[in-house]
């Protein structure tokens, strides 16, 4: 294995602390684009402001106490150009105000209703605080828009925000047409530039997912590096010589982070994971469900399905359907504890991985960030108490992948093996019995868009123009993976299949309109205004010139 | 390969074999069922185009879609109620690995293949008199690996990469900051011609089995 004589000691120096290992955290972030105008209230668009009270808003304000208590910390975000759209949409925004209205109104009744029991007025109140506090923070902090808050720590380099493919589209599958994954790649990085003013250096691949020769289109757009799972290193060719504990090189020249699994499976995994303490918030038990009919109906879908309001009075107590009540506060206190936890085994980790490698050892831990405060409520406040204790220990530093680069410019050359992140690091999940269908679509679609590009590249017609590029929202939107994950997951299904089937449809009907050369201004402005995704959209790209 | 390699190597991988991320938080966003209903939507039925498409799901199965025209079927004088059509699954040197037959112009197919790190591509054609005729070709598919390839003095390349400029360097150098000497030029000209050489064995199978579809 190779040597290099500056990093013969595995401790290192960075300014006058010793350190022992990096440590590189990577929160995803990603919702599908779900905009709903007809509707004054579409279940679907709750995922959003889900995530936004539960996950985004509390990690930012976590991120601004790090701040104020000037404790360095590094995370690396992908924020998904969906999800940037999604955030940066009026409508929605304005329907997520309202959300919180609802939510705070439902906690005024709640803490009427449970005035005379000590244990629920407590949490009734908490909640009712928890949901004002967030409006004010989005209003008079972030001024309307999450991304905000995102900037404000890009730019001053406490975070580092990388893309994704503009739509989360599979690119493996989608690789048929190689148009399609240069469209992903190119307009994901447009969409960055729009939101954050600067071109992203690294990008998530959507679902982690890599096949060879992907990374001469991520070299040609600019992005330096990438993650992915350790079967793309360690079945590389050849294997990477440091496994995921340091990153390689593409034949391309694009740096590649490996997963951890170990790190990962920690905080992630239902059964092992912190998540599951007992004393932790119980997900499913919610009043949407618990309370009576005529009480909650207000604050559930119009159409009387039960939902999740929030209001979550329960701890996970044990592993039967008895419940105790809740209390946040020793909840709080427990995130001390596992983050601390976590410390000490990447230290363990970091002291075995010295023993092994010649260099000093990095931990890449990528989750999902909705992770973080969605499923698991207390996250935020768990990642604040591990950048609160790793910055008291001294002895791992928290960087990103750029900051590790740039410390360690020397890395080897590998041909990364195609994986995923899904089950057992292929590509199953996106491509079963139950979601196979699409492809055929998509691969027609992407097809048709290149012949129709080259068709219309003198075009000056503005209504043609608009038409073609509003074909190009369409095929990006039915190309999202996560439309083949929820056929397979079941969860969504039908939304799923009926999203894809719309976005195939709408294209269809679009070109038509080019064909027979008639346009239909009525359906042309519903899918504008609908699927409203990437203003600055150019059908051309798909001329890859 | 030393023994502290080999340890590292399989370090990063005994979580992972076990353990997937596919449990997206999306999922549990989803959770809540609503009222699912099933919209009416068009959207075609064929596409009225030759195709066959390879795709892979994972290190031993595979997926196919295939279309074939009216007319494609009269130019080579088809009758599906009495032929079948014939996929072959081909490796870069043209060896059938799988074959299997379809009796309808329109289909997809889930097929079984132990084949890893190699090139490979589905023919659609006919056989007849035990010779077969080749309609349309996929597209190439580089497949799953599952190997731990340890490098050796050839190919153990590392790449100094800065803002400015990159450097290759070679493996058996142990000291990296030394290697600037005319020794190291002759050694990085020799690794480019190897990072040359991946890229264009990528190029060269692709060539080998020409496009796609057509």
């Not at chain 1, 503009?166 to 493996?172: I, S």
């Not at chain 2, 050839?154 to 290697?179: C, F, G, P, R």
Request: hydrophobic share 35%; glycine share 4%.
């Amino acid at each position: 294995m190779i040597c290099l004589k500056n990093e013969k000691h595995q401790a290192v120096y960075w300014g006058t602390i010793m350190i022992k290992g990096y440590w590189i955290p990577i929160l995803h972030s990603h919702l599908p684009f779900v905009k709903h105008p007809k509707y004054e209230n579409f279940l679907e668009e709750h995922w959003l402001f889900e995530a936004i009270t539960e996950c985004y808003i509390p990690l930012l304000k976590r991120l601004y106490l790090l701040e104020n208590e000037n404790i360095d910390f590094r995370l690396t975000v992908s924020i998904t150009p969906p999800l940037a759209e999604m955030l940066s949409d009026n409508h929605l925004m304005e329907k997520y105000i309202k959300y919180l209205d609802k939510l705070i109104d439902l906690g005024n009744k709640e803490i009427v209703r449970t005035n005379d029991n000590e244990e629920y007025k407590h949490i009734a109140n908490f909640y009712q605080d928890f949901f004002t506090q967030t409006k004010d923070f989005f209003i008079q902090v972030l001024n309307y828009n999450v991304l905000n808050g995102y900037r404000h720590f890009y730019d001053k380099g406490s975070i580092e925000v990388i893309t994704c493919g503009a739509t989360h589209g599979f690119l493996p599958l989608l690789s048929v047409n190689e148009k399609s994954v240069e469209a992903q790649i190119k307009i994901a990085t447009q969409a960055h530039k729009k939101f954050f003013n600067k071109a992203p250096k690294g990008i998530w691949l959507p679902e982690c997912a890599y096949y060879q020769g992907l990374d001469k289109i991520l070299n040609d757009n600019g992005i330096e590096f990438f993650i992915a799972d350790s079967h793309a290193l360690i079945y590389a060719n050849p294997t990477a010589l440091n496994g995921v504990y340091a990153p390689v090189y593409t034949p391309n020249n694009v740096a590649v982070f490996g997963r951890d699994a170990l790190s990962s499976k920690q905080v992630w995994s239902s059964k092992e994971g912190y998540p599951g303490d007992f004393c932790y918030r119980d997900f499913y038990r919610d009043v949407g469900y618990d309370l009576e009919f005529d009480y909650i109906k207000p604050y559930i879908n119009p159409d009387g399905t039960r939902v999740f309001t929030g209001y979550k009075y329960h701890k996970i107590t044990g592993t039967t359907d008895h419940k105790e009540v809740y209390n946040p506060w020793v909840a709080f206190e427990k995130t001390k504890e596992h983050a601390a936890h976590f410390h000490e085994h990447r230290e363990k980790q970091i002291a075995q991985l010295s023993s092994l490698m010649m260099r000093t050892p990095m931990i890449v831990s990528p989750y999902d960030a909705e992770l973080f405060g969605h499923w698991w409520f207390e996250g935020p406040e768990f990642l604040y108490q591990l950048f609160k204790h790793m910055h008291e220990c001294n002895v791992i530093k928290a960087i990103t992948p750029i900051e590790y680069l740039t410390r360690y410019p020397s890395n080897q050359v590998v041909s990364p093996n195609a994986s995923s992140w899904g089950d057992k690091g292929y590509y199953d999940v996106w491509l079963n019995g139950g979601n196979a269908w699409i492809y055929r679509h998509l691969h027609a679609m992407a097809d048709s868009m290149s012949e129709y590009a080259k068709k219309y590249k003198e075009c000056n017609n503005n209504d043609e123009i608009r038409i073609l590029n509003q074909m190009l929202r369409e095929l990006l939107l039915a190309q999202s993976s996560d439309w083949a994950f929820l056929m397979t997951t079941a969860t969504a299904t039908q939304y799923s299949v009926n999203r894809t089937k719309e976005h195939i449809q709408n294209f269809n009907t679009l070109k038509e309109m080019l064909d027979v050369n008639k346009l239909n201004f009525d359906i042309l402005s519903q899918l504008e205004d609908k699927n409203s995704i990437f203003d600055f959209i150019d059908y051309k790209i798909f001329l890859g010139e | 390969m030393d023994e502290l390699t080999q340890k590292i190597a399989t370090t990063s991988l005994e979580i992972e074999n076990d353990f997937s991320s596919a449990s997206h938080a999306l999922d549990t966003m989803v959770y809540e069922k609503a009222k699912e209903e099933s919209e009416s939507y068009t959207i075609p039925t064929r596409y009225y185009k030759n195709t066959v498409t390879l795709l892979a799901a994972n290190t031993s199965t595979y997926y196919v879609y295939w279309e074939i025209i009216e007319q494609t079927l009269q130019t080579y004088q088809i009758d599906l109620y009495k032929e079948k059509l014939c996929f072959r699954v081909e490796n870069a040197n043209r060896e059938c690995l799988v074959q299997f037959s379809s009796p309808f112009d329109l289909g997809e197919y889930f097929f079984k293949l132990d084949a890893q790190d190699i090139d490979i591509c589905v023919k659609l054609g006919l056989l007849r008199n035990n010779e077969f005729i080749e309609i349309m070709k996929s597209n190439l598919l580089h497949t799953f690996s599952s190997t731990i390839k340890f490098p050796d003095f050839t190919n153990e390349v590392w790449l100094e990469k800065h803002q400015s400029y990159m450097k290759i360097i070679q493996s058996h150098l142990e000291e990296i900051n030394d290697a600037q000497t005319s020794t190291s030029n002759i050694k990085q000209f020799e690794q480019i011609l190897f990072l040359n050489d991946m890229s264009e064995k990528r190029k060269t199978s692709s060539s080998l089995l020409g496009n796609n579809n057509d």
